[in-house]
């Protein structure tokens, strides 16, 4: 094991704030993405997919889509993965 414990995946999930949201259509249905989800590559790069809901309601499945290349959800991403690795800094064990 050399350097400690295999890890083979760190990934965190994101509330894509209100104005920050945006629309897009899979299979003739429009979804409003509200989340993302942020994955830390084993090279130390991100990846990153949005999920969201049907515009219309109902209980259409979770459904991922790609996170547009622009600044503001550039940013979103590289601070939540800040955020969460101060968060795993301070861990405090098992509970």
Same mark, same amino acid.
């Given at each position: #094991?050399?350097?400690?414990?295999?890890?083979?995946?760190?990934?965190?999930?994101?509330?894509?704030?209100?104005?920050?949201?945006?629309?897009?259509?899979?299979?003739?249905?429009?979804?409003?993405? #509200?989340?993302?989800?942020?994955?830390?590559?084993?090279?130390?790069?991100?990846?990153?997919?949005?999920?969201?809901?049907?515009?219309?309601?109902?209980?259409?499945?979770?459904?991922?889509?790609?996170?547009?290349?622009?600044?503001?959800?550039?940013?979103?991403?590289?601070?939540?993965?800040?955020?969460?690795?101060?968060?795993?800094?301070?861990?405090?064990?098992?509970?």
């Amino acid at each position: #094991m050399g350097g400690g414990p295999e890890v083979s995946a760190l990934a965190i999930n994101v509330v894509i704030p209100e104005a920050l949201r945006w629309t897009d259509t899979r299979r003739g249905e429009e979804f409003t993405l #509200m989340t993302l989800n942020v994955r830390l590559l084993p090279d130390g790069s991100l990846a990153a997919k949005a999920y969201g809901r049907p515009v219309g309601g109902g209980r259409g499945g979770y459904v991922s889509f790609p996170v547009p290349d622009e600044p503001e959800p550039a940013s979103l991403i590289a601070d939540a993965a800040d955020r969460a690795g101060s968060l795993w800094t301070a861990h405090r064990g098992l509970g």
